[in-house]
């Protein structure tokens, strides 16, 4: 008798494991938080969205969204504020926008003293330049003349006259140091030059050869300037040797 109770549990104790094995194994575990090195094999889920004021490359690379003109939340230096700021150099240096700073700033009738240097005919010199005035011109001023008129309808023409005076050893016979000239409106818009063939001089404003222009000797002379109708050129300035971007001396009104 002692023998069969003794069989008889042992069937009911393998009867209740292999039965409690069953339940766990078709419920599976509802603990998330697994021990470490054990739970399921598959990875967790990537998250759906990125963190607030992430971008792809990481936190640091601040908002992709920001409203226009504010700087971007946590961008480093160099960022998207600093990227605004070089386009809008860019469009200035274009032409449009504000007048450059001069290292000289003078009013009509003023001399300054420029460095002019030109590497094609190897000279250079320091000059005194005084830009004595801006006049309105015609397009009947180039038909006297005969000089030719293309490109020359519905803008606006001018001629600015100056005296430049060389101040250097160097000879700036086969130079032109008027090349320099940049002259502009109040907008910071760039004229564009539209001198007649020495063939073909306007009376009103007619460059000189430079033949002859060693130290002490000063020319007369104009340029004529053109802008889009209704513009009237507000700033003349004299450029950088150097940097093109620049202006060594500015003359205004």
Do not use: H
């Not at 226009?68 to 504020?81: I, N, P």
């Not at 274009?94 to 590497?119: C, H």
């Amino acid at each position: 008798m002692r023998t069969m109770r003794s069989y008889t549990t042992k069937l009911t104790v393998a009867a209740l494991a292999a039965a409690t094995a069953l339940s766990l194994a078709a419920c599976g575990p509802d603990n998330s938080d697994a021990p470490a090195g054990g739970g399921s094999t598959a990875a967790a889920p990537a998250p759906t969205s990125a963190a607030p004021g992430a971008t792809a490359g990481g936190a640091a690379g601040g908002s992709t969204a920001a409203p226009s003109g504010a700087a971007t939340g946590g961008a480093a230096a160099g960022g998207a504020g600093t990227a605004g700021t070089a386009g809008g150099g860019a469009g200035a240096a274009g032409g449009g926008g504000k007048l450059p700073q001069a290292a000289t700033s003078v009013k009509f009738g003023q001399p300054a003293t420029v460095d002019f240097a030109d590497k094609t005919s190897n000279a250079a010199a320091k000059l005194e330049i005084t830009v004595t005035g801006v006049q309105p011109g015609s397009l009947k001023d180039f038909q006297d003349a005969k000089a030719p008129t293309a490109g020359l309808d519905g803008r606006a023409i001018f001629y600015v006259s100056w005296t430049v005076k060389n101040l250097g050893d160097s000879k700036l016979t086969f130079s032109a140091p008027d090349s320099k000239f940049r002259v502009m409106d109040a907008g910071g818009n760039l004229g564009m030059f539209n001198n007649p063939t020495s063939s073909t001089p306007i009376a009103k404003c007619a460059t000189p050869s430079w033949s002859g222009a060693t130290k002490g000797v000063a020319f007369k002379g104009c340029d004529v300037v053109t802008f889009a109708a209704g513009a009237t050129p507000a700033f003349v300035g004299y450029g950088d040797s150097n940097d093109p971007t620049k202006v060594q001396a500015a003359w205004t009104k």
